[in-house]
């Protein structure tokens, strides 16, 4: 009878063991999840950003931009002169 009895009491302090485990880890998944979703919303982010600075600093938005501004530009290193 006492061994039934403590068998009884071990099963159930396991399955009690088992189930504070498991959800454990169900919160571990789920903020797993939510860090993931994070990053993920910060590299759309990014690369939305990536794309705007692609947009403005292509080589005929940066010409169209110093041709409507009436700038006059001049180059850094002066042309090299033709050789004959």
Do not use: C, D
């Not at 959800?23 to 919303?41: C, D, F, G, T």
């Not at 409507?68 to 180059?75: D, G, H, I, N």
Request: aromatic share 8%; net charge positive; charged share 15%.
């Amino acid at each position: 009878m006492l061994k039934l009895l403590l068998t009884l009491f071990f099963a159930t302090i396991i399955g009690a063991v088992l189930l504070h485990l498991r959800q454990q880890r169900l919160e571990v998944n789920y903020q797993s999840n939510q860090l993931h979703r994070k990053i993920e919303a910060a590299q759309a982010k990014l690369w939305n950003q990536q794309l705007q600075i692609a947009t403005y600093t292509a080589p005929n938005a940066v010409f169209q931009t110093v041709n409507s501004e009436a700038l006059k530009m001049v180059p850094r290193n002066p042309a090299p002169s033709p050789r004959e």
